[in-house]
């Protein structure tokens, strides 16, 4: 049975109002997945970013492939990213990270299933998203890599089926507990309870659990 959240505070932190209600249980690991990668690293980037699937191939997707889809973006990702620390560690020393996600499947009016994304990483090995279509490698090309290669397809740099929202990067530190509300308040959005459908088989909320 899900639970849903009315009040504009969740545990005293503030959520975004103009979509409540909220799933109770959505906000809880949300708030931990933030609360785990801050008992790892000091310092926090949280990144906000919505992943693409074309026309082309939703239409061709089953619920099979939906549910694989989240599992596979994740591994990709953090495969490329542990292969990016160890080939930058080669010229200079770069602090591990675990890859943290949060992420959410919801149906728009047009009936397709789209998602969105909070990307938690160490700051001290990676602090920004970079732009997308960039010549120069960055975050935002190895979250497009990991995105096609979960859809099976062939990676091209030049569309990246990933859409970078306006202001999408979060700094949080430790010691300063309103840069972890800030970023709690936006990615409260993934926790809303409209537009997630439920009785498909496919699950329409996701978070790291460590």
């Not at 109770?24 to 926090?44: C, F, H, I, S, W």
């Not at 542990?82 to 770069?94: F, G, Q």
């Not at 397809?153 to 972890?180: A, C, G, L, M």
Request: a positive charge; aromatic letters at 12%.
């Amino acid at each position: 049975m899900t639970h849903l959240h009315y009040d504009p505070l969740f545990n005293d932190m503030p959520v975004q109002e103009e979509y409540l209600p909220m799933v109770t249980g959505y906000l809880a690991a949300l708030q931990k997945a933030l609360e785990n990668a801050l008992d790892d690293y000091p310092r926090v980037v949280a990144i906000r970013f919505d992943p693409v699937i074309p026309t082309v191939l939703s239409d061709q997707m089953t619920v099979v492939d939906h549910n694989l889809l989240i599992p596979g973006f994740n591994a990709s990702l953090k495969a490329i990213i542990k292969h990016d620390i160890k080939r930058r560690r080669k010229s200079n020393w770069v602090p591990d990270t675990k890859v943290r996600t949060v992420w959410a499947r919801e149906v728009g009016d047009n009936g397709k299933v789209h998602y969105h994304f909070l990307l938690i990483l160490n700051r001290g090995s990676y602090h920004m998203p970079g732009r997308a279509c960039s010549p120069k490698e960055n975050l935002v090309s190895r979250i497009s890599r990991a995105w096609y290669r979960a859809l099976r397809v062939q990676w091209n740099p030049q569309d990246p089926w990933i859409h970078i929202p306006k202001n999408p990067t979060y700094w949080i530190d430790r010691d300063d507990p309103e840069s972890f509300r800030r970023a709690f308040y936006r990615a409260s959005y993934l926790c809303k309870a409209n537009t997630k459908q439920y009785g498909l088989g496919m699950r329409a909320f996701g978070a790291s659990h460590s």
